[in-house]
């Protein structure tokens, strides 16, 4: 796993708790807390692709969730749950991210910041949204992005 692409994920995953519970937070307000957060130009652009791209998408990719995740809406999703599926199902749907990276990142991300049952919840939801035609790639593409 590449840690600096992973600690730009979690900058985009507390950015996306952060709007989650707080809608009315700034766009200018999280780009200056992901740059504050990571000093690095590249990382703050691709934590911020990942947050805005999924802001963008965000009805998408919840009717998506709701379609695989059964008996759940999303809204009774733990907020944190909710956002690493969110940011998983952004990069697995909308990135050529390989399949097996994007959850494994978010798989992290819920062991990391949810509950004890949170990275098989995630993993169980996403394992469901990959794309059929990544899923004949995912099998070549075992590498981190």
């Excluded at 009315?24 to 990942?50: G, N, T």
């Excluded at 009717?63 to 907020?79: D, F, L, S, Y």
């Amino acid at each position: 796993m590449s840690s600096r692409r992973h600690k730009a994920r979690e900058v985009a995953l507390q950015m996306l708790f952060q709007k989650d519970l707080n809608p009315d937070v700034a766009p200018d307000i999280i780009r200056e807390q992901i740059q504050e957060a990571l000093k690095d130009e590249q990382l703050s652009r691709f934590a911020w692709s990942l947050f805005a791209g999924v802001t963008e998408s965000r009805v998408a990719i919840d009717e998506k969730i709701e379609e695989v995740a059964a008996n759940w809406t999303v809204g009774r999703m733990a907020p944190t749950d909710r956002n690493a599926l969110r940011l998983g199902a952004f990069e697995l749907l909308y990135t050529d991210t390989p399949p097996r990276v994007a959850i494994d990142e978010a798989l992290e991300l819920a062991k990391s910041f949810g509950s004890a049952n949170s990275s098989s919840f995630v993993n169980g939801v996403l394992d469901r949204l990959i794309p059929r035609e990544k899923r004949t790639k995912a099998a070549d593409t075992e590498t981190e992005d």
